[in-house]
């Protein structure tokens, strides 16, 4: 299915692939190349077991910058490290606005999240973590109870 163009930049199809109005190349599909070491968005993706869109919104919050190339995102070993010590930031249960704030406050250029960590804030999460199991128990409690009396007929 061959189609034009118009005058005024429309996007066209040509051989079924829709095209983009100024680039002439399919939309959604990268034009860059990674480099050596580098990997695709769908390789890191993979690597690390995260979800494309976890690594576009980590993107967007400004944790992480892979190399941009056309609508390519490539992760060379820079935004690889920053990749890795986000994720040990989420499964210590920070939140992306401190995993953010201790990124930030990085003038080492650490390559762990932990040793970037203050003691004063190692201890504010084991206390939030802490009041967070204390609420789970008792939510699990109450499941439990609640499982009982209907098995037994209440």
Do not use: C, W
């Amino acid at each position: 299915m061959d189609a034009s163009s118009d005058e005024a930049g429309e996007s066209r199809v040509i051989g079924g692939a829709k095209k983009g109005k100024l680039s002439g190349r399919p939309m959604g599909r990268p034009s860059g190349k990674a480099t050596d070491g580098e990997l695709t968005i769908t390789q890191t993706r993979l690597k690390y077991n995260v979800s494309l869109r976890t690594l576009r919104f980590y993107e967007d919050e400004g944790l992480i910058s892979p190399r941009r190339d056309g609508g390519g995102r490539f992760f060379g070993d820079e935004a690889r490290r920053r990749l890795e010590m986000v994720l040990v930031g989420r499964i210590l249960r920070f939140s992306v606005s401190e995993i953010k704030e201790i990124l930030g406050a990085d003038t080492s250029n650490s390559a762990d999240f932990e040793h970037l960590l203050q003691d004063q804030k190692i201890l504010e999460q084991i206390e939030h973590l802490e009041e967070r199991r204390e609420e789970i128990n008792i939510s699990i409690a109450r499941l439990r109870r609640l499982l009982r009396q209907r098995s037994e007929g209440r």
